[in-house]
Each structure stands twice: as structure tokens, then as C-alpha cells.
């Protein structure tokens, strides 16, 4: 089976910072693309950050400058660096990997809560 679990997350205030991770089963990470998304209560799910096979990133203007995901292979996991964190980077963080014989979206975990709050 092919599963990801998030943690990491946490209640910080504003200016601080966290490390998501992303811990794969099933799957060696370095051979797909992967990404986090979030989610807001009342909001859709939207892009934080991308990672290729290759190692090249993307992410959202609101993240950009902040965030900064990245791969340790030798932990099968995908990170992701959140720092200066505000109040809008509150959501649920989910994690995305493409593999796409599970399906058109890949493959999520169950996602970890990020609360920055003074």
C-alpha cells in the first residue's frame, strides 16, 4: 500500500517558525514529483509548494520567499520549511505525491494542522 503520513504541524505565533514532513510507505519518494497543499475552513484546497524528481521548485506567491520544501531520500520523506509563518498560513497542510496509477490527483496524506496565532 501506498501511504503518507504528515506531522509537524503545531500552534505558533506569528514570525516563528515550523518543518512539516511528509513520511512515504510503499513508495520510494525520489522517483515522483510531490507537493503540499492547504486548507482553510470555508476555503478549497490550494498549491503551497512543488517539488520535481529533478529537485526543482515551485511555490505559491504567498509562500514564496518563506517556504521551502525539499527531499531527505535517505528518510523517504518530503519537507517543508515554513517560516516568518502569519495568521493566513493557518490550515490543515497536506501532502501530495504523483503517482498516477492510484489515481488523476496521486496519492495525499491525511494532512497535519498548522495554527499561527498570537
Known amino acids: 500500500q501506498v501511504q503518507l503520513v504528515e506531522s509537524g504541524g503545531g500552534l505558533v505565533q506569528p514570525g516563528e517558525s515550523l518543518r512539516l514532513s511528509c513520511a512515504a510507505s510503499?513508495?520510494?519518494?525520489?522517483?515522483?514529483?510531490a507537493g503540499w497543499y492547504r486548507q482553510a475552513p470555508g476555503k478549497k484546497r490550494e498549491f503551497v509548494a512543488r517539488?520535481?524528481?529533478?529537485?526543482?521548485?515551485n511555490y505559491a506567491d504567498s509562500v514564496k520567499g518563506r517556504f521551502a520544501i525539499d527531499r531527505d531520500n535517505a528518510k523517504n520523506t518530503v519537507l517543508l520549511q515554513m517560516n516568518s509563518l502569519k495568521p493566513e498560513d493557518t490550515a490543515m497542510y497536506y501532502c501530495?505525491?504523483?503517482?498516477?496509477?492510484?489515481?488523476?490527483?496521486?496519492?495525499w496524506g491525511q494532512g497535519t494542522q498548522v495554527t499561527v496565532s498570537s
Open positions: 501530495n505525491v504523483e503517482v498516477t496509477q492510484a489515481g488523476p490527483s496521486g496519492v
Open positions: 510503499g513508495i520510494p519518494l525520489n522517483l515522483y514529483s
Open positions: 517539488i520535481t524528481t529533478n529537485g526543482y521548485t
